[in-house]
């Protein structure tokens, strides 16, 4: 039985791909929310780790000592820091980076992912583009960031090098699929931090509060959610194709899958 562990942040990014595969079992609720979907030749668990390195990684070790996963995807949305990436884009990680927002310099070696010809074909197929992944520890203005990126198809998130990180550490095949929610002109204006808990969950009651403080926060709000929709919606078709794939196909792919250090 090939088993694979999802790692999402926010219920909005898995919401689709749930609907779509149908028949998840509610698993756990503490420490972290996870749900399980199996059939003879797959086990899928997916867990909602809350936003930021710190949460996602923490939900990864929890999930290693219950389960010994053949493949680990970090899955969720993303920031465009370049054009020709749009809203709804779907796109798969080539290559990882983390970035200090105080010196705007790479920390760390980069970490690359050779992909199966397999697997570059089926993202073909699907749409799916292959970009580089910049990890922030916080939402910015992209445009800002976009400097030094903007001749490659660059993708900025919180999470995604860290992830990348641990699992070339332990030797656990790995990938990353990201969609935009917010392309290269869309900023987020308003404090993430704010409407979410210590557990880097968004609560409705923080983002109401947040209104009534703000009532020009309504607009954004909405916007952000429109954009996120549409993220979700294509982020989950791509995923369901994947691992709807038989699982000799699927067990091909996680044996020619490869993280390696870039320079």
């Known amino acids: 039985m090939i088993r694979i562990v999802l790692l999402f942040a926010l219920p909005q990014e898995y919401t689709c791909l749930k609907r779509l595969m149908g028949s998840w079992r509610f698993a756990t609720l503490e420490p972290f929310k996870s749900f399980v979907r199996q059939d003879p030749s797959k086990e899928l668990v997916l867990v909602e780790s809350g936003m930021g390195r710190d949460r996602m990684l923490e939900a990864l070790k929890w999930l290693l000592v219950r389960t010994h996963p053949d493949l680990v ?28 927002l105080r010196s705007h310099r790479e920390i760390g070696p980069r970490i690359g992912l050779e992909l199966p010809e397999r697997l570059v074909e ?19 203005p992209k445009q800002e960031l976009s ?6 198809a660059t993708i900025m998130d919180m ?27 869309d900023e987020i ?25 703000s009532p020009r926060l ?23 194709s994947l691992l709807d794939l038989p699982s000799a196909e699927l067990r091909s792919l996680i044996q020619e899958n490869r993280l390696y250090l870039v320079g």
């Open 147 to 152: 400097k030094g990126y903007e001749n490659s």
């Open 159 to 185: 999470e995604n090098y860290f992830v990348g990180w641990y699992c070339y550490e332990k030797n656990i095949p790995f990938l990353s699929f990201r969609a935009i929610s917010d392309g290269f002109l």
């Open 73 to 100: 995807i970090a899955a969720g949305f993303a920031g465009s820091l370049t054009q020709e990436l749009a809203v709804g884009d779907a796109c798969i990680g080539e290559i990882f980076a983390s970035l200090d």
């Open 122 to 140: 089926f993202c073909d197929e699907q749409g799916i583009r292959r970009t580089q992944i910049v990890t922030v520890n916080q939402p910015v």
């Open 218 to 240: 309504l607009r954004s709000y909405y916007l952000s959610w429109k954009r996120s929709m549409k993220a979700a919606r294509n982020l989950g078709r791509g995923l369901a």
């Open 189 to 213: 204006d308003f404090d993430l931090a704010a409407i979410s808990d210590a557990r880097g969950q968004v609560k409705v009651p923080l983002v109401l509060a947040s209104v009534l403080r």
